[in-house]
């Protein structure tokens, strides 16, 4: 249908950047790829080296003791994960200078995660739905910030 009618589609070709080595190997993915889409929550997973489905039995613990300031899977852990997004943001521009980066998930609606990709430079967030209000208030926030 869409060639019989001599249609163009505009579209774009990227991937999700969930573990550590597509972080620090972001220059050659950006050969291909037009955007990147970071998935916190899995990076989180595997730069901790945490399983989602266990934490529930030692996280409380390390948020009373201080170990860790707050959830990483709520709010992005700056330090650790932050870093690798940092690095993927610069070797991802440094291949494809207009490449589209964006963050993907439930750290999209935490107002701290969300200036920090502001930050980063970071073009688009996607969150579930109730969390997209959070989401354009903190990017207006992050916005106003900078000038």
Sequence with gaps: M??????????????????PRATVTADQI????????????DLTQMTFGFSRDD????????????????DPFQSIDVG???????????KGRETRPGIKLGICGEHGGDPNSVKFCCK???NYVSCSPFRVPIARLAAAQAATAKK
């Excluded at 650790?80 to 610069?90: P, S």
């Design 2 to 19: 869409i060639k019989g009618r001599k249609a163009k589609i505009n579209y774009m070709v990227g991937t999700m950047i969930e573990v």
């Design 30 to 41: 950006a050969e291909s790829a037009e955007f990147f889409s970071f998935g916190t929550n």
């Design 55 to 70: 934490i529930g039995s030692f996280l409380p613990d390390y948020l009373e003791q201080k170990i860790l300031p707050v």
């Design 80 to 90: 650790g994960v932050g870093a690798l997004v940092e690095i993927a943001v610069r």
């Design 120 to 122: 980063v430079g970071l």
